[in-house]
């Protein structure tokens, strides 16, 4: 059976291709199957430094297939299909400690809104259009909005999830959904860009910073202080500390840095450890 997600790793980035054209690589069983199964192994492959999720096509991801989420009145189902298989791929994307970008190749509609707000960095093109259609359905936008209201701000959220208005990417980028918004001939160089600078960073630190930006704004003031100075203290300490300290002084890159094409990483570089999965502390 053809699978509806691709993968790619080149230069520390993987990449994971929605390729469901002819339903708007819509969010049905098989397709989430292949998602989980591809952000697993992107999670695990020690060569991946950076995930990219994208698709191919017009539009990025037109959200739940409609289709599997009908329930026949005989059939006694009580949970739809999809809305069961959806949580865990956007908890892969929220939780990753590898730094995730959405490349919207297109459009996005309600769950693939979910997936947008989930990633790290969310750049589209210009041209690219969004919606909350949820209610137009008769539907609620509930799972979606567990990332989604982290990301927008609150006028913009009941303002675009109550009336399922269609909105642009210049104002997606004004909300708080998307990173960055580009003209479509330069979207490859603008996720390059983030993708370029994400894979310079030690692999544990990108994991601890990724918490902390979440998770630091919701401490009193004096515990941030005393927590983070630990963290602080911990971090210039580490392993991958003095790694990154040491090719500094030696003006070297660090080793967890991908070597170009053709080059080759030298003798002296420790190499990366896996994430600690520490927590700020």
């Known amino acids: 059976m053809t699978?509806?997600?691709?993968?790619?790793?080149?230069?520390?980035?993987?990449?994971i291709t929605l390729d469901s054209p002819p339903n708007r690589n819509a969010l049905s069983v098989r397709l989430l199957g292949d998602l989980e199964e591809r952000l697993t192994w992107a999670l695990a492959e020690p060569e991946a430094r950076v995930i990219v999720l994208t698709g191919t096509g017009p539009v990025f991801c037109s959200g739940a297939d409609l289709k599997e989420q009908r329930i026949e009145p005989a059939s006694g189902a009580a949970d739809a299909p999809v809305t069961a298989s959806f949580p865990e791929i956007?908890?892969?994307?929220?939780?990753s400690p590898k730094p995730v970008?959405?490349?919207l190749n297109g459009t996005a509609r309600a769950g693939g809104l979910g997936l947008v707000a989930a990633c790290d960095f969310?750049?589209?093109p210009l041209t690219a259009s969004f919606a909350f259609s949820e209610v137009r359905l008769g539907?609620?936008?509930?799972?979606?909005?567990?990332?989604?209201?982290r990301r927008l701000n609150p006028r913009a959220a009941a303002e675009y999830l109550m009336t399922g208005e269609v909105f642009d990417a210049a104002r997606a980028v004004?909300?708080?959904?998307?990173?960055?918004?580009?003209?479509a001939e330069e979207l490859d160089a603008a996720v390059a860009h983030y993708?370029?600078?994400?894979?310079?960073?030690?692999?544990?630190?990108?994991a601890?910073?990724?918490?902390?930006?979440?998770?630091?704004?919701?401490?009193?003031?004096?515990?941030?202080?005393?927590?983070?100075?630990?963290?602080s203290a911990q971090r210039f300490t580490s392993r991958e500390g003095q790694e990154g300290i040491a090719a500094f002084m030696a003006k070297r890159p660090p080793s967890w840095v991908p070597a170009a094409p053709g080059e080759e990483k030298p003798d002296e570089s420790v190499k990366p450890a896996e994430s600690s999965g520490e927590k700020p502390s």
């Open 208 to 231: 601890i910073t990724k918490r902390l930006v979440r998770e630091v704004p919701a401490m009193p003031f004096e515990e941030g202080l005393r927590r983070m100075t630990a963290l």
């Open 90 to 95: 956007m908890a892969l994307l929220w939780e």
């Open 139 to 149: 539907v609620v936008p509930a799972m979606i909005s567990v990332p989604v209201l």
């Open 122 to 124: 969310a750049v589209a």
């Open 174 to 183: 004004e909300i708080g959904l998307l990173s960055r918004a580009v003209p």
């Open 101 to 103: 970008i959405c490349r």
């Open 195 to 206: 993708a370029d600078m994400l894979v310079k960073g030690g692999p544990e630190a990108l």
């Open 3 to 15: 699978r509806l997600v691709h993968r790619e790793l080149a230069g520390g980035v993987a990449t």
